[in-house]
């Protein structure tokens, strides 16, 4: 049920690019992706709702391919306060209604 | 800045201590939960309430009891906890929950819990 999520840990230089993917076993309706610095909570990035959506934030987007059960978070040029634990979420339904499941995380850290 | 509120950002407890812990948000959401994240571990849901009532228990121990006192406010109340419990536990909100997807959840800056 928990989503996939590879690399599991990244190390770029400052001005590189990074890919981080999330997959799924299970039909999705939403992808969320989040980053956690160490000692804080997560902080929300995006949401992505529909079969091959891409949205940007900044340098980081994101694409989503509903029929593929996958989504990708694209960081480019990367800076040091990209650093962080990056977790994608997948928005399942249940008993209960739609909960929001998530990965193991990619570690990634960024140096000058 | 988060705009959900937890007390205490730290809490050391005993074993056969009975302790709160409490999450505020004034954003109008209608959805909260509790996640619990362990070191280097992603969160793991706990409860969700939706319009102030329980939707969702992952099936928690019953040592862990939440409460909605009304659709601003979320308690965990704690109880015979034991160490492995120790976490940290992150309050969430969210506009919707239940009968529809894309509900972005918004973390609080959680509270750390040690048991001994």
């Known amino acids: 049920q928990q989503p996939v999520q590879s690399p599991q840990a990244v190390i770029l230089r400052e001005g590189e690019d990074a890919v981080i993917n999330c997959s799924s076993s299970?039909?999705?309706?939403?992808v969320h992706w989040y980053r956690q610095k160490h000692g804080e909570a997560p902080v929300f990035l995006m949401i992505?709702?529909?079969?091959?959506e891409q949205k940007g934030h900044e340098k980081i987007s994101a694409s989503f391919n509903e029929k593929k059960q996958q989504s990708s978070l694209y960081l480019t040029a990367s800076q040091l306060s990209y650093s962080g634990t990056y977790f994608c979420?997948?928005?399942?339904?249940?008993?209960?209604?739609?909960?929001?499941?998530f990965g193991a995380g990619t570690r990634l850290f960024v140096k000058a | 800045d988060t705009e959900v509120t937890q007390t205490p950002k730290h809490l050391v407890m005993g074993m056969t201590n009975k302790k709160s812990l409490k999450c505020e948000q004034h954003m109008g959401h209608r959805a909260m939960y509790w996640y619990k994240q362990k070191a280097k571990k992603p969160p793991e849901l706990m409860f969700v309430?939706?319009?102030?009532?329980?939707?969702i228990n992952e099936s928690v121990p019953s040592r862990f009891s939440p409460e909605c006192p009304n659709s601003s406010l979320l308690n965990l109340h704690l109880h015979a906890l034991q160490p492995e419990d120790s976490a940290l536990y992150l309050c969430?909100?969210?506009?919707?929950?239940?009968?529809?997807?894309?509900?972005?959840?918004?973390f609080g800056e959680g509270s750390w819990l040690t048991v001994v």
């Open positions: 979420g997948t928005e399942m339904t249940g008993t209960g209604g739609f909960k929001t499941i």
């Open positions: 969430a909100s969210s506009q919707d929950a239940g009968d529809s997807a894309g509900n972005t959840i918004y």
């Open positions: 299970k039909a999705l309706y939403s």
């Open positions: 992505l709702l529909k079969g091959g």
């Open positions: 309430y939706s319009y102030e009532k329980l939707s």
